[in-house]
């Protein structure tokens, strides 16, 4: 993961209500859950909720499948793994850890 990319990951969950829809939806396990699930547990109006999935899908935090005629979403593990390696990088700088 490049720097540009671990900022734009961390920004997208550096939000409240984007915060909690990853939450839910970590909740909700890979098969993860409709918009419109996600839009009643969250209590967003449906453009509200559309603009915030939109964000985490661009910092790749949900990924987003068609089942029929709805959107399901599901989180995105691989995401966090490339973020937590990006920043434990340099941990300890060849220094034993403790």
């Known amino acids: ?5 671990a900022i734009r990951a961390l920004s997208a969950l550096a939000q ?3 915060l909690a829809i990853f939450r839910f939806l970590v909740g909700c396990g890979p098969e993860g859950a409709a918009a419109g699930a ?3 547990a969250m209590q967003l109006a449906p453009a509200t909720l559309s603009f915030h999935l939109k964000e985490l899908r661009e910092a790749g935090w949900v ?3 068609t ?3 709805q959107r399901i979403y599901s989180p995105q593990w691989s ?3 490339e973020l937590i390696g990006f920043l434990g990088e ?4 060849g220094r034993a850890k403790t």
Not at 1 to 5: A, G, I
């Open 38 to 40: 996600v839009g009643e």
């Open 79 to 81: 995401r966090a793994e």
């Open 16 to 18: 409240e209500t984007r």
């Open 67 to 69: 089942v029929g005629r």
């Open 1 to 5: 993961m490049e720097e540009r990319q």
């Open 90 to 93: 340099n941990c300890c700088r």
């Open 63 to 65: 990924r987003r499948r």
